[in-house]
């Protein structure tokens, strides 16, 4: 299992490939649940957004992904660069998903964590 913010893995993705090690990365991304946190808290760039689409397709009905969200799944497709990326992504993630909405206020709110 591994966790990470979106934020935190589009910048070791774009590492990946600036050092030469972009495939293997992507095949060591493919190997166990991967728990995406803030996904769509900032609207992507291109790059970013064509390598959250081979994210996908690599993981697409091969291992979970969890995306972990404050906004409801029908307003991701806005946040996702352009509507042909957008339909791509979203096409792989959200028609073969269960979807959990959480209600209430923040955990960190509740439980006096920092934020």
């Known amino acids: 299992m591994r966790y990470v913010r ?4 589009l910048v070791e993705i774009s590492m990946a490939r600036v050092n030469g ?8 991304l ?3 649940l991967l728990i995406l946190d803030e996904w ?4 992507l760039k291109e790059a ?3 390598d959250v689409l081979e994210l996908v397709e690599a ?12 906004y409801d799944t029908s307003e991701w497709h806005q946040n996702l660069y352009n509507p042909t990326l957008a ?10 998903a269960y979807t959990i909405q959480m209600e209430g206020e923040s955990m960190r709110k509740r439980k ?3 934020e």
């Open 40 to 43: 769509q808290l900032y609207s």
């Open 48 to 50: 970013e957004a064509r």
């Open 21 to 28: 090690t972009y495939r293997e990365y992507m095949k060591m």
């Open 59 to 70: 993981r697409n009905k091969v291992v979970s992904t969890i995306f972990c969200s404050q």
């Open 30 to 32: 493919r190997k166990k």
């Open 87 to 96: 339909d791509a992504i979203c096409d792989r993630i959200i028609y073969n």
């Open 112 to 114: 006096g964590i920092p």
């Open 6 to 9: 979106l934020p935190d893995l």
